[in-house]
């Protein structure tokens, strides 16, 4: 099984809303990670958890804000956002939990639309 | 870091025909390579990986050749079915690095399966 979920599906919300996205996975994994998706391009890195520690913050504006409870949960916390932030947001997790190579694998996203 | 990037943004192929994907990557460093099939609104999805130590993995229907020499890999799809269809990206890791764990994705090909 290398199920990731990821709620809620679709999300629209305006530029002084708070919000957040779940995600979770019960493969035991040790690493989790926040990708942005803009359409017809590849998935860009933001965050990653190893851990459950932030290992990796790609430059992600404030207006983001992960957080890891624990090994099988990681939410994105979203705050004042812009249009400009209006993308397909992936979740993935891998098992190792070590930079190296290891697979990933992703959630089916969360579409979010800022207004 | 390192870019990978894909030769052709599109590709259309019959049904039963055999489909060609190429990727080629700039960093020799890279060790694991990942092909992932992404459909319409979905999250990506693991089809085929393979490590630098090997030249040819083989999957259901799916093939992976890495040429480290020209640092080139190829996806090829058998008997491509309309299911297929889809944008397929490669994605490469560089181990034991800062950003190992960063999957450094091509730009994506979309493939068309037409009848």
């Known amino acids: 099984d290398t199920e990731v979920t990821q709620t809620p599906k679709h999300l629209v919300m305006g530029m002084t809303n708070k919000k957040s996205l779940k995600c979770e996975q019960h493969?035991?994994?040790?690493?989790m990670y926040w990708y942005k998706q803009k359409a017809k391009k590849p998935p860009e890195l933001m965050f990653v958890?190893?851990?459950?520690?932030?290992?990796i913050n790609e430059s992600v504006p404030s207006r983001f804000s992960p957080e890891c409870p624990n090994s099988s949960l990681l939410n994105l916390h979203l705050h004042a956002l812009q249009p400009e932030d209006s993308a397909l947001y992936l979740c993935?997790?891998?098992?190792?939990?070590?930079?190296?190579?290891?697979?990933?694998?992703f959630g089916p996203g969360t579409r979010l639309t800022v207004l | 870091g390192e870019s990978v990037g894909l030769h052709l943004p599109t590709l259309s192929v019959q049904e039963g025909d055999n489909s060609i994907i190429n990727c080629a990557y700039s960093?020799?460093?890279?060790?694991?390579f990942i092909w992932y099939k992404q459909e319409s609104g979905k999250g990506p999805q693991f089809i085929i990986d393979?490590?630098?130590?090997?030249d040819k993995r083989q999957g259901q229907r799916v093939t992976v050749l890495l040429n480290k020499t020209v640092k080139h890999l190829s996806l090829q799809i058998a008997a491509t079915q309309p299911g297929d269809s889809a944008v397929y990206f490669c994605?490469?890791?560089?181990?034991?690095?800062?950003?190992?764990?960063?999957?450094?994705f091509g730009k994506g090909t979309s493939l068309l399966v037409t009848p």
């Open positions: 993935a997790s891998s098992q190792r939990g070590l930079a190296g190579t290891d697979t990933q694998y």
């Open positions: 493969m035991g994994h040790r690493a």
């Open positions: 958890y190893s851990y459950e520690k932030l290992s």
């Open positions: 960093n020799s460093a890279s060790d694991y």
């Open positions: 393979i490590r630098s130590n090997m």
């Open positions: 994605a490469g890791q560089i181990p034991n690095s800062n950003s190992g764990y960063a999957l450094n």
